[in-house]
């Protein structure tokens, strides 16, 4: 199994910029989360879809970020504009529905600079 | 709201030295718990967990954790580090209503000298 795939694993980009981020989980999982990670707060829930479908998005900073998961393969996070408070790094993680809770697996993350 | 406290952000240990890290939570429902470890350039990894019975849980490569109610705690240890051990270590909580929403505390970064 590759795990889950996020790309591209690094991105520098200028203020004002759009930024896709785009992650893949593992084959049959059928929830998936975007994390945030920074020194100042840690790691952050952004949102998360269960099933492609958005379940709590009380984690996105602001209307600039948005995410989609057109299906259960793929999930993108997008930052338009983008900001220099918006320097982190991203994760991905996808779970199995199947309990009461179901372990997450996280992929590699994106670090994504904004100048 | 919940939140997730590691104490300790930096330790440093010489190899073969024991290890304990702190993690307290404030929530007083049933909580699942968990220790996640994230080696240097790479993602995070699930530790071990705590959902019920035996409070001393046994995770791998020899970390343990202790889950006392009473002190909101569920502290990490290992008797004997090792430089391969070297890592960010995060304490996490899910609370028990069914939405798998994981808060993590600010993570603990351990170096261990050879």
């Known amino acids: 199994d590759a795990g889950v795939i996020q790309s591209p694993r690094h991105e520098v980009t200028e203020m004002g910029q759009e930024v896709t981020l785009r992650c893949k989980p593992i084959?049959?999982?059928?929830?998936l989360f975007w994390y945030r990670q920074t020194m100042m707060r840690g790691l952050e829930l952004l949102i998360y879809?269960?099933?492609?479908?958005?379940?709590?998005d009380s984690g996105m900073p602001e209307d600039r970020f948005s995410a989609k998961m057109p299906n259960a393969s793929f999930s993108t996070l997008k930052i338009q504009p983008s900001e220099p408070r918006d320097s982190a790094v991203y994760f991905c993680?996808?779970?199995?529905?199947?309990?009461?809770?179901?372990?997450?697996?996280f992929g590699p993350g994106t670090r994504l600079t904004v100048l | 709201a919940q939140s997730v406290s590691q104490h300790n952000h930096h330790v440093i240990l010489s190899e073969a030295a024991s290890l304990e890290l702190g993690c307290n939570y404030s929530?007083?429902?049933?909580?699942?718990l968990f220790w996640y470890v994230q080696y240097p350039g790479q993602h995070l990894q699930l530790l071990l967990k705590?959902?019920?019975?035996?409070?001393l849980v046994k995770g791998i490569k020899g970390f343990e954790a202790e889950f006392i109610k009473s002190k909101f705690s569920f502290n990490l240890r290992k008797p004997s580090v090792q430089w391969s051990d070297t890592a960010e270590y995060f304490c996490?909580?899910?609370?028990?209503?069914?939405?798998?929403?994981?808060?993590f505390g600010t993570g603990t970064r351990l170096l261990v000298s050879p």
């Open positions: 879809f269960n099933n492609n479908v958005p379940i709590d």
């Open positions: 996490a909580v899910i609370l028990n209503t069914g939405f798998q929403k994981l808060v």
């Open positions: 084959s049959g999982h059928n929830s």
């Open positions: 993680a996808s779970s199995l529905d199947r309990g009461p809770y179901n372990e997450q697996f």
């Open positions: 705590y959902f019920s019975g035996d409070p």
């Open positions: 929530y007083g429902g049933t909580v699942n």
